[in-house]
Nanobody, 115 residues
Framework: QVQLVESGGGLVQPGGSLRLSCAASGSIFGIYSMGWYRQAPGKQRELVAT???????NYADSVKGRFTISRDNAENTVYLQMNSLKPEDTAVYYCNGVDYSGTYWGQGTQVTVSS
């Protein structure tokens, strides 16, 4: 089993920045991809960004140029640096990990962008 714990959410003004962290523990050696998804009220969960064990990244068009995903293998942690935040980025952000047994999710962290 894999456990994922997110942190770093909060309230920020438009144009501001936040950094989310996702700490992985448990049987993590088989994880080949980790990422961030988000779900706004009344909407489906959507991909934000992913990063593979080799460091390849993928971003949703809506966040390209503003968000950066990275990972610290020594700390088993994935980060999402979010800059130039917009009100439409408001959502619960979920960490995701995938290995050959299945997909794992964190509990989510709320990000609210509002003046």
């Amino acid at each position: 089993q894999v456990q994922l714990v997110e942190s770093g959410g909060g309230l920020v003004q438009p144009g501001g920045s936040l950094r989310l962290s996702c700490a992985a523990s448990g049987s993590i050696f088989g994880i080949y991809s980790m990422g961030w998804y988000r779900q706004a009220p009344g909407k489906q969960r959507e991909l934000v960004a992913t990063i593979t064990s080799g460091g390849s990244t993928n971003y949703a068009d809506s966040v390209k140029g503003r968000f950066t995903i990275s990972r610290d293998n020594a700390e088993n942690t994935v980060y999402l640096q979010m800059n130039s935040l917009k009100p439409e980025d408001t959502a619960v952000y979920y960490c995701n990990g995938v290995d050959y047994s299945g997909t794992y999710w964190g509990q989510g962290t709320q990000v609210t962008v509002s003046s």
